[in-house]
C-alpha cells in the first residue's frame, strides 16, 4: 500500500483518533494519555492505524528485576478494520520501534499480545530479540498453579494481578540496544 504517512500524534488528531478507536476497540475504548506518545498512520486522509508507546523513563539495575534502560509500554495498538492483512501493522511497529530513545544505550518495550493476535506479533516482531511469554489464565502465582500451562512442557509462563489475563495470551518484551553499544 503506498501513500501512507506514519507520524507521532499532535493535539489536533484527537477527534480523528476517537473515530479510529470506536473501529478497533469494540469493547474498550482507550484512555488518553499524552497525546503525543501516540503514533498513527494516515491513508489520503483517512486514519488506518494507532499505538501508544507510554514513556515510563529512566530504570536503574536492580538484581532479578530490571536492567537499566529506557522503559516503554505499547499499548492501544490497533489497524482500521477494512485495512488489515496489508503490512500495515508491521510497519506500524517498526516506525514505534525505531523511535525510542535510549537511556546508557538500553530501551526496552513491554507490551501484553491479546488473545487471537500471538501470529501477528510474532511475524511483526521478528527481526528483533523479542521475547514471549506464555500467560497463564488461572490468576494464580506460578507456584499455586497447577493447569497444564503451569505444570506442562516448561514453557514460560507469566501472571499478572494487574491485567486481566483472560484476554491474553503472552507478555512480552524487547530490549533493544543502541547501535554503537552492539560493537
Not at 506518545?37 to 529512566?58: E, F, Q, R, S, T
Request: proline fraction near 2%; aromatic fraction near 14%.
Amino acid at each position: 500500500m503506498e501513500n501512507l504517512i506514519f507520524r507521532k500524534a499532535e493535539e489536533k488528531d484527537r477527534e480523528k483518533l476517537d473515530e479510529l478507536c470506536k473501529l478497533i476497540f469494540k469493547e474498550h475504548l482507550p484512555r488518553y494519555k499524552e497525546i503525543t506518545g501516540y503514533c498513527i498512520v494516515i491513508h489520503d486522509d483517512i486514519y488506518i492505524a494507532m499505538g501508544y508507546l507510554c514513556d515510563n523513563g529512566k530504570l536503574e539495575y536492580e538484581k532479578d528485576l530490571y536492567i537499566t534502560c529506557m522503559n516503554y509500554d505499547l499499548e492501544d495498538f490497533g489497524v482500521h478494520p477494512d485495512y488489515r492483512k496489508k503490512g500495515i501493522g508491521t510497519r506500524l511497529f517498526q516506525f514505534m520501534y525505531d523511535s525510542v530513545e535510549y537511556y546508557k544505550g538500553v530501551a526496552r518495550i513491554e507490551f501484553w499480545v491479546d488473545i487471537g493476535v500471538f501470529d501477528f506479533w510474532k511475524k511483526s516482531t521478528k527481526n528483533t530479540n523479542i521475547t514471549f511469554r506464555e500467560v497463564c489464565h488461572s490468576e494464580l502465582p506460578l507456584d499455586e498453579c497447577k493447569c497444564e500451562t503451569c505444570k506442562g512442557d516448561g514453557l514460560d509462563v507469566y501472571t499478572s494481578s494487574f491485567i486481566d489475563t483472560k484476554t491474553v495470551s503472552h507478555f512480552c518484551y524487547i530490549v533493544k540496544l543502541f547501535k554503537e553499544n552492539c560493537k
